[in-house]
């Protein structure tokens, strides 16, 4: 989504004659466009602000002016650290004001101190980019969808991309053709919920992401479509059944099940359960086309006992690397347990659930494990 989101950008930009540039030291103005997903993202963001630091006033001792704007999820988070710890940034913006980009590098050249746009805009800022430019190679990202009102207890991306909203079915048609007749032969889709994608139709009723595949298959020219991220809880018969029948939908799928475990997903806050997504995956496999995919099983979050911790699905063929919970989460603000606890969760993965047991004691009431597997 981000780089998408930083293409974009670009097209915002090009109207005021810029244009990429190579490296930093070239360049007119620099946009770290940020992630917050993971824990140390603003400290990464912090040391670069501090590289740059020396390279803007190197520019301002040469007679020149580089503009430092920070955007993206840390923007949204984080604005008023940014600005209290790096106050040589002219711009913070978060990931729904980028549109306003023009109007904002005009605000800083008169202003003194940062120009910061961190609220959650009235308008749609879909509606008020310009046309995207032609993709650089034949495959293209094309945002449907973003936001997500299901607030899992480890996520940051409902308090920094805002609720759910979808664009309307003729914007991502013409976005799409645009792009194929400038050269694009796959498009991957993107959300943060892209399956719970409900976009406004032609006929002013709601369609899903299925009804919106079988709309893109028909743009000639268009050779495969894939999509991500989905959460099992909004996999629909029509999507299914876009499996089936689209031979542009790649047969393949990220799905973050998450964990095997009922109370794990429950104390996640998912919204479902082992059963009802398993159903789902053998109603996939009876229909015949979607496998293989590669499922994300985050476990341990927030895993209260170790009795308790999560265990792989039946059908995950591997696990994803471990990785931290931003802090600012419910999950990211429970108590850490020790970190030889987390490195024997990591030895265990590496092995093997069935080849597993426990190493380090079985009662870690209170604990909560970080990580993904
Ligand atoms: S559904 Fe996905 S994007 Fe939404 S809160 Fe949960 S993990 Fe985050």
Not at 156 to 180: D, F, I, K, Q
Request: with cysteine; aromatic share 6%; proline share 8%.
């Amino acid at each position: 989504m981000n780089a998408y989101d930083s293409t974009r950008m670009a097209d915002v930009l090009a109207p005021l004659g810029y244009a990429p540039a190579g490296a930093p030291e070239e360049a007119d103005m620099v946009i770290l466009n940020t992630c917050h997903i993971r824990e140390k993202a603003s400290e990464k963001l912090f040391s670069e602000l501090g590289r740059l630091r020396a390279t803007k006033r190197g520019r301002e001792a040469a007679g020149g002016r580089m503009v430092l704007a920070v955007a993206g999820c840390v923007a949204q988070a984080e604005g008023a650290e940014i600005t209290a710890r790096a106050p040589w940034v002219d711009i913070v913006l978060g990931p729904q004001t980028y549109h306003r980009l023009p109007e904002m590098v005009a605000r800083a050249s008169r202003a003194a101190g940062a120009v910061i746009e961190t609220d959650f805009p009235a308008e749609a800022k879909s509606d008020h980019l310009p046309e995207a430019s032609a993709p650089p190679s034949v495959t293209a990202f094309l945002t449907v969808q973003e936001g997500c009102d299901k607030f899992c207890s480890f996520c940051v991306v409902p308090y920094t991309r805002g609720a759910e909203h979808s664009r309307p079915v003729a914007a991502v048609l013409a976005e799409a053709r645009r792009l194929v007749a400038g050269g694009a032969r796959e498009i991957t889709l993107l959300g943060q919920n892209v399956n719970a994608y409900h976009g406004e139709g032609p006929d002013g009723r709601s369609r899903g992401l299925g009804r919106l595949l079988r709309d893109l298959a028909e743009i000639p020219g268009l050779l495969r479509l894939r999509y991500t991220t989905s959460h099992p809880r909004d996999v629909d018969e029509e999507l299914v059944a876009a499996h089936r029948d689209l031979p542009q939908l790649m047969p393949f799928l990220h799905l973050p099940v998450q964990s095997g475990s009922d109370r794990v997903l429950a104390a996640m806050n998912r919204g479902h359960g082992v059963a009802n997504s398993s159903a789902w995956w053998s109603g996939c496999g009876r229909r015949g086309r979607t496998s293989p995919f590669p499922p994300t099983s985050s476990w341990g979050i927030p895993a209260r006992q170790w009795r308790n911790s999560p265990r792989p699905w039946p059908w995950c063929g591997r696990w994803d690397s471990p990785w931290p919970i931003a802090s600012n989460t419910p999950s990211g603000l429970e108590r850490r347990p020790p970190a030889r606890h987390i490195r024997c969760r990591r030895r265990r993965r590496t092995r093997g659930w069935r080849s597993f047991r426990p190493c380090c004691g079985n009662s870690r009431t209170g604990s909560t494990v970080h990580g993904s597997a």
